[in-house]
């Protein structure tokens, strides 16, 4: 294996972080190799070293692009973490529903929905567990900053590999349409509740609704905190000040000196914001 130019690591490392907010240690050197070696070949490049040294001596261009999706974390699967679903079923949509009984509207959002598992796992369970939501305006919008990841989300269609990771066999008897090809498409019920576009949380947000839910699981990890205490203060006036509420991944924390109100439940936490009470 070639020997990189530590130079180079750092300096892609930085436009990684001036581009997209995510802040890797040069420790994480190995995440580089491992996930820019095979665009370094599918671009033709000698080596790897060659083509680190043409991303930092280069102006932007697609090949910029193509790189920073490729050190983009896209794991995903259906139902990811049992817990936040069950308290999702149990407790925060039974209030959302609730507070929603006038306007029966429920704006949902899922960011860096990566390849929208999901986001399509909102869009299941609500239809499962919520049948009297049939008639309300359902909005859950998936974003990401990769439009490789956006596209296959658009298009509903899943190996049955990724299908069997995270649903079981009624699921996905009562939401696919198996394909010639064995891949899997999701019928209209589910996919027509689900929008995705692209969004970078380390840039500026505009025309923004307000949500009921937001989910940005296991995204703030790759930020340091001056960005996730950003990007958190534009999340918060996005939040509805009626039974709304904000879920990270089960290893994030908003930590203190922030305007959000945490909510334990037995195993998972969730985050709203404080109600302000009335002067009579």
């Known amino acids: ?90 407790v925060i949509f039974p209030k959302i529903i609730e507070a929603k009984q006038i306007t029966k509207q429920i704006n949902i959002w899922s960011a860096a929905s990566s390849t ?20 309300w305006n359902i909005s859950i919008l998936g974003t990401d900053i990769s439009d490789f990841a956006l596209n296959k989300a658009r298009s509903g269609i899943y190996s049955k590999m990724e299908v069997e990771r995270g649903l079981s066999t009624k699921q996905i008897i009562n939401h696919f349409v198996k394909q010639k090809d064995n891949t899997y498409i999701l019928n209209e019920a589910i996919k027509s ?10 840039s500026n947000w505009m025309g923004m609704p307000k949500f009921d839910l937001i989910l940005m699981r296991n995204v703030l990890i790759y930020f340091n905190q001056d960005t996730k205490m950003s ?12 039974e709304g509420c904000l879920m990270l991944g089960a290893s994030e924390s908003i930590l203190e000196n922030n305007p959000f109100k945490q909510v334990n439940l037995p195993k998972v936490s969730y985050f709203t914001r404080p109600k302000i009470l009335e002067r009579v």
């Open 1 to 90: 294996m070639i020997a990189l130019d530590k130079n180079n690591v750092l300096t892609f490392f930085k436009l990684l972080k001036d581009n997209l907010g995510i802040d890797l240690n040069p420790d994480k050197e190995y995440l580089l190799i491992t996930r820019l070696t095979p665009l370094s070949r599918a671009n033709d490049f000698e080596n790897l070293s060659a083509y680190l040294n043409a991303l930092c001596t280069n102006p932007m261009s697609d090949l910029h692009v193509q790189a920073f999706e490729a050190m983009t974390t896209k794991e995903t699967l259906f139902f990811r973490d049992a817990h936040p679903f069950e308290a999702l079923k149990t």
């Open 116 to 135: 929208g598992q999901e986001a399509y796992s909102l869009s299941m369970l609500l239809y499962d567990e919520f049948p009297q939501l049939r008639n």
């Open 193 to 202: 509740k689900v929008n995705f576009q692209p969004l970078n949380l380390n």
């Open 231 to 242: 990007i958190l203060k534009k999340v918060y006036p996005l939040l509805s000040e009626n």
